[in-house]
């Protein structure tokens, strides 16, 4: 099985500043093929389902503001908030969607500084 | 509006048997693998399994935590995907969400459902 990790496990950032959230996978996920990094990125807000936010690393998802991008291939990969507003407060997480099963990083909780 | 919904959550004994269910609607339902995914009180995304859609056989996959005890089907027809939970555990206890596949062999969980909460108690 592929395992995700994920750092930090929590941070806080003062509005409008950056927010980087690192996540790390025992394997490749790069499926070579296609070029394409089987990875995505998912929010999760105080009470409710995940959000799905990125896909296929670097994608980002219909409606999703522009602050949030993702980046990295392979192993090792970044989520950003380039300039964090109060409602990204929630936790996050990657999840490789490269074999089964398809597990999900620990989680990142962002809160505001 | 493309949404699933879950239903079937309660409070079961251990080693007793439960059956969530999941409702699509808004999209075509056969071109999904369609997911399982749970949350303990407290904690992270666990993912559970998922099925592909028949265009792939249908086929199964499971997390190492449930393979053996739960099985996941899809009824096309009526646009329906189950989870047959059997020798439930305390630590079972969680949330159930139901997710789109984005692939009809898997792929990231486009849609989500707000789940049902399964609780594991004597």
């Known amino acids: 099985d592929i395992v995700m990790t994920q750092s930090p496990d929590s941070l806080a950032v003062s509005l409008g500043e950056r927010a980087t959230i690192n996540c790390k996978s025992s394997?490749?996920?790069?499926?070579?093929?296609?070029?394409?990094?089987?990875l995505a990125w998912y929010q999760q807000k105080l009470g409710q389902p995940p959000k799905l936010l990125i896909y296929w690393a670097s994608t980002r998802e219909s409606g999703v503001p522009d602050r949030f991008s993702g980046s990295g291939s392979g192993t090792d990969f970044t989520l950003t908030i380039s300039s964090l507003q109060a409602e990204d407060v929630a936790v996050y997480y990657c999840?490789?969607?490269?074999?089964?099963?398809?597990?999900f990083g620990p989680g990142t909780k962002v809160d505001i500084k | 509006e493309v949404q699933v919904v879950e239903s079937g959550g309660g409070l079961v004994q251990p080693g007793r048997s439960l059956r969530l269910s999941c409702t699509a609607s808004?999209?075509?339902?056969?071109?999904?693998?369609m997911s399982w995914v749970r949350q303990a009180p407290g904690k992270g995304l666990e993912w559970v399994g998922f099925i592909r859609s028949n265009l792939y056989g249908g086929t199964t996959e499971y997390a190492a935590s449930v393979k053996g005890r739960f099985t996941i089907s899809r009824d096309d027809s009526k646009s329906m995907v189950y989870l047959q939970m059997n020798s439930l555990k305390t630590e079972d206890t969680a949330v159930y969400h139901c997710?789109?596949?984005?692939?009809?062999?898997?792929?990231?969980?486009?849609?989500w459902g707000k789940g049902t909460t399964v609780t594991v108690s004597s």
């Open positions: 394997q490749s996920v790069l499926y070579s093929s296609n070029n394409r990094n089987y």
């Open positions: 999840q490789q969607y490269y074999s089964a099963p398809f597990t």
């Open positions: 997710t789109r596949g984005s692939l009809s062999a898997g792929g990231f969980s486009d849609v």
């Open positions: 808004g999209f075509t339902f056969t071109d999904h693998a």
